[in-house]
């Protein structure tokens, strides 16, 4: 029977893919934003005011609630967004500021939330992106943030991580999402490389039932190309 699982950024254009795949498949589902998801069993609202430590504990007593001591089979998180900006750029610290809120306490956080509530066994899933493996001068506060949960990704996987025993931590490393934005904003770009939301959120529904899982600690680019989507680890 399925269990339970956590989406952080469950409002988000992935997030929403996410829920309602997971819901279709039978599971309960806790979603973790700024605002409700109304096809999700529960939600936990994150404060936008809060500092880093006040988000997580308030984040943390939300979920704690909201389980009622129950353990859950996966924590994934696509709280995420984008911004793009050089050194020279006047506004690229004020948009790295953002993306590291977005990226890097999230995942912080999901980490926290793995360490007590995650059963044995279960499946961590942080948002990397693949072009921040190397390096990103158009876009240095995402490229910044995102390499910093690759490092967390990679602690996660090592001995001592705290996370429950068995418990198993990637990295989802996408290249380009087929989302309403970027078509929008990218219109004459090969949209046969970018990656369907549906097709991401069946790959996290067969991670979390243990199919198809990498290492953990793995670092997994999610890679499309003509239409088809494969798995590669980095």
């Given amino acids: 029977m399925p269990g339970k699982v956590i989406v ?3 409002r ?5 893919v996410v829920v309602n795949h997971f819901k279709a498949s039978g599971h309960w589902v806790l979603s973790v934003d700024i605002g409700s998801n109304e096809a999700a069993d529960a ?6 005011s ?6 997580e504990q308030g984040v943390c007593q939300g979920v704690e609630a909201a ?11 696509v ?3 984008w911004a793009g900006g050089n050194a020279a750029n006047p506004d690229w610290v004020k948009n790295a500021d953002l993306m590291w809120k977005q990226s890097v306490w999230s995942s912080a956080i999901s980490a926290t939330l793995a360490s007590k509530h995650l059963k044995d066994g279960g499946l961590l899933v942080l948002p990397g992106a693949k072009p921040c493996v190397g390096g990103t001068p158009g876009m240095m506060g995402y490229g910044m943030a995102k390499a910093a949960v690759h490092q967390l990704v990679n602690s996660l996987g090592t001995e001592g991580s705290g996370l429950p025993a068995g418990a198993c931590a990637v990295g989802m490393l996408p290249i380009t999402l087929d989302t309403p934005m970027n078509r929008k904003f990218m219109p004459d770009a090969d949209m ?3 990656t369907p939301l549906e097709e991401m959120a069946r790959i996290l529904s067969a991670w979390t039932g ?5 290492d953990s600690g793995s670092l997994v680019a999610i890679i499309t190309q003509a239409g088809k989507t494969r798995m590669e680890k980095c």
Avoid: C, H, P
């Avoid at 939600?43 to 936008?48: C, E, G, I, K, T």
């Avoid at 389980?67 to 998180?77: C, D, M, Q, R, T």
């Fill in 8 to 10: 952080y950024g469950g």
């Fill in 43 to 48: 939600n936990v609202l994150v404060s936008l």
């Fill in 192 to 194: 046969s490389t970018w």
């Fill in 50 to 55: 809060a500092g880093w430590v006040d988000q």
């Fill in 67 to 77: 389980l009622e001591g129950s353990k859950v089979e996966a924590i994934i998180n």
């Fill in 79 to 81: 709280a995420g967004g």
């Fill in 12 to 16: 988000g254009g992935l997030g929403v």
């Fill in 210 to 214: 243990g199919k198809d899982r990498f």
